[in-house]
């Protein structure tokens, strides 16, 4: 795509900085800005009528000037970069100015006054991807690096900004359209390419579902990684939550008594841990009673249990699981809401050792465990020492994660990417039951079509405008 105007935003954040970035892009990139910009090399490199012949990848010291009245605006440096290796693939120039918003301001106006137009939100983005610099998952990525809040986001987001992700299905991708294109050669040419076994067909059927489907379990971490966990803390009155909750913002927000019932709303918080964007969430402790007040909390903490992604079920290590817990177990065990038990308290009860096959005994319920059998030793915490706090932390992540291991799969698939990568899904096994079935082989290629179609859309290879215009409606101006 050759865009035809050309565009300019300030591209730093808005407000008072020591420098900020107005980027300048498109085919008069260079021409509008020498209209505006006083270099002090510029006479050196303008050719016989004036032009301004500037040198990709060079830093320019000079002035920004008005050219109405030839007033000084700023002193700057502008970096000009040449089509086609920039961040847009278009002629682009980047201005650093001195970071004062009348500044940033005036340096805009005079851009927009010369023959710029204002940059829509995340256009020089998406100039990059219609130019084919970037695909569509790097673009996703580049507003999921802008947005990350925490280092393990903005690393995993680097990864998919890399191109990773895209590289990841473009393989699958590869391997799917080789097997068309051969089952297509198979039919055309029976006697000199023959039928593919249906062996082999089967095979790369197989292994292209099990990388999709791999792909797209990344995407619940992705979600948790994006807006984060909900992790509500629950158990009955004075089993140590808001102590514990205390402990891991590390300050006192909650308000802590030896009096069972304290916690009457539920609070919500948000905190890192492990790198881990989690919404903490500490709620009343449930028991019978009489009082309305901690009724409606209680009612509250049933309602945090629903939304809740993840439940830690706190279990007072110097009594262990008794009659208390019964209410709340059989919300757990209703709700099906992934859960997590810790032992408090074990500076005090040191010897604590109940573990889930204790629980569920106890309670004859089945509770969904949040990890594995193997991973889920019975936490032992407290929060007076900080004993056991890290194993919960692990506890946290390895949920989070499952496990899996995002880095080398590229990142995690967003909303849109494993909606499609489920449709893509959906088309292999209606293909693997074609095969299975023994159907003629000329009857796979809808199947292998669509799931090719859903990925070309992932990488953003064929998309409509609809869904580039909704990919960049997030980002802001200037990127
Ligand atoms: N020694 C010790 N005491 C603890 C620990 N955790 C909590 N406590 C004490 O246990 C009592 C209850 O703690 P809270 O954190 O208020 O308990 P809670 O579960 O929030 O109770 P409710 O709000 O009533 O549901 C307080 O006296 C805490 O100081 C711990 O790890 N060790
Ligand atoms: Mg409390």
Redesign the pocket.
């Known amino acids: 795509m050759i865009a035809n105007d050309t565009i300019a935003a300030l591209s730093s954040a808005p407000g008072l900085g020591a420098i900020a970035i107005v980027r300048v892009s498109g085919p008069d990139a260079i021409g509008i800005t020498a209209r505006i910009f006083n270099a002090k090399q510029k006479n050196l490199e303008s050719d016989s009528q004036g032009k301004w012949n500037a040198v990709s990848h060079k830093a320019y010291v000079g002035q920004i000037i008005e050219p109405a009245s030839g007033e000084a605006i700023d002193e700057v440096v502008a970096i000009v970069y040449r089509a086609p290796h920039t961040y847009t693939g278009e002629d682009l120039v980047e201005i650093n100015c001195h970071g004062s918003p009348v500044v940033t301001r005036k340096i805009t106006d005079l851009l927009l006054n010369t023959g710029c137009r204002l940059a829509q939100k995340g256009e020089f983005t998406k100039r990059a991807f219609l130019n084919g610099r970037i695909d569509l998952t790097q673009a996703e990525a580049v507003l999921d690096l802008l947005t990350s809040k925490t280092e393990r986001q903005s690393r995993l987001a680097l990864t998919a900004l890399k191109g990773a992700l895209g590289d990841e299905i473009k393989l699958v991708r590869k391997s799917l359209m080789q097997l068309m294109t051969r089952i297509t050669a198979g039919i055309d040419f029976p006697e000199e390419v023959g039928e593919l076994p249906f062996d082999d067909i089967a095979g790369i059927l197989e292994s292209s579902i099990e990388k999709l489907a791999e792909l797209d379990r990344t995407s619940r971490s992705g979600r948790y990684l994006r807006t984060g966990l909900k992790l509500a803390i629950v158990?009955?009155?004075?089993?140590?939550?808001?102590?514990?909750m205390n402990k891991l913002l590390k300050f006192e927000r909650?308000?802590?008594?030896?009096?069972?019932?304290?916690?009457r709303d539920s609070i919500e918080e948000p905190v890192d841990i492990n790198g881990l964007p989690v919404i903490l969430i500490?709620t009343?402790?449930v028991r019978d009673t009489k009082d309305t007040v901690e009724q409606i909390g209680i009612d509250r903490t049933i309602k945090a249990i629903a939304e809740a992604d993840l439940t830690l079920l706190?279990i007072d290590g110097q009594t262990g699981p008794g009659d208390d817990e019964k209410e709340i177990v059989a919300e757990l065990a209703k709700r099906q809401t992934p859960v997590l038990i810790a032992l408090?308290?074990?500076?005090?009860a040191p010897e604590a050792r109940w573990t889930r096959a204790d629980i569920q005994k106890q309670f004859g319920t089945s509770l969904h465990f949040a990890l594995a059998e193997s991973a889920d030793e019975p936490l032992k915490?407290?929060?007076?020492?900080g004993d056991g706090l890290d194993s919960l932390r692990s506890a946290i992540e390895i949920f989070a994660t499952q496990g899996s291991h995002l880095q080398e799969l590229g990142g995690s698939l967003n909303e849109r990417q494993s909606q499609l990568c489920k449709r893509a899904l959906a088309s292999l096994a209606d293909a693997q039951k074609t095969v299975r079935a023994g159907l003629p082989q000329d009857c796979l290629s809808t199947d292998l079509r669509g799931s090719l179609d859903a990925l070309d859309e992932i990488a953003g290879d064929v998309v409509t405008e609809e869904i580039i215009t909704e990919v960049f409606a997030n980002f802001c101006i200037g990127k």
């Open positions: 158990g009955r009155p004075n089993a140590g939550k808001s102590s514990l909650a308000i802590v008594t030896d009096i069972p019932g304290t916690t500490d009343a402790g706190l408090s308290k074990s500076d005090l915490i407290s929060s007076t020492t």
